[in-house]
């Protein structure tokens, strides 16, 4: 009998869990996503630490823009006095609700003909004492051209490695503070014969390093 009476109860509170969810994700929808205050991916500094950027910005074809679907983006090259070279790229989405999201290297490299092999993550240490954070690692290759490929996740005061993990806090941001922005950082490092894939990491981390500090300016927290 008070199993009978129990279960009336148990169904009007999931009805009413179920009316107040709706009307969480109308007021979501109709909220859309929070502004945040950011400086445009064109002022990154032309010089981070002992890095200068070496050409200006490039550019891809229009076919790949319209792949990656980026808000806003920026492909550099930078080199110290010593001759260490990096490329930078970082793509930005100020939301993710509408589809476009980041396009993870894992997917992209091999389709234009890269291998990937020795995955790992590593820990980026920025400079000025702020938290450490893992990154991937690949040695990529494609043809005699073999590269250190170091990348993560960035946005709403988080650098993640893993994108499913990233993915979540996605979806979590979305709800608890309506953004879904963020920024996927990839850092390349050339590995010519001769050359060792660790000095080449160190190259890598080392830029990763002072990069961080600068990115919660055009990637908010």
């Given amino acids: 009998m008070s199993l009978m009476k129990a279960q009336p109860k148990h169904f009007w509170a999931l009805v009413v869990l179920l009316l107040l969810g709706g009307v969480v994700i109308n007021f979501m929808e109709a909220a859309g996503e929070a502004h945040v205050p950011r400086q445009p991916l064109r002022e990154f500094p032309s010089e981070v630490g002992g890095w200068r950027q070496t050409r200006p910005d490039a550019r891809f074809d229009a076919a790949t823009e319209a792949v990656l679907r980026a808000d806003e983006y920026v492909q550099r090259d930078y080199r110290t006095t010593d001759g260490r070279g990096v490329a930078l790229y970082i793509g930005y989405y100020a939301t ?19 291998t990937l092999s020795d995955a790992a993550t590593v820990r980026v240490t920025p400079a000025g004492g702020l938290p450490a954070f893992d990154a991937n690692r690949y040695v990529i290759q494609n043809g005699n051209d073999r590269e250190l490929l170091v990348y993560w996740y960035q946005g709403r005061g988080r650098a993640v490695a893993n994108e499913y993990w ?25 590995v010519p014969v001769g050359r060792s894939e660790q000095e080449a990491l160190e190259t890598a981390t080392a830029f990763a390093a002072q990069i961080a500090p600068e990115l919660p300016r055009f990637v908010p927290d």
């Fill in 96 to 114: 993710q609700r509408t589809g476009a999201t980041y396009h993870s290297p894992l997917n992209c490299l091999p389709g234009s003909g890269w």
């Fill in 166 to 190: 990233d993915k979540v806090y996605t979806v979590l941001d979305s709800t608890r503070r309506r953004r879904s922005d963020g920024a996927m950082v990839r850092v390349l490092v050339p």
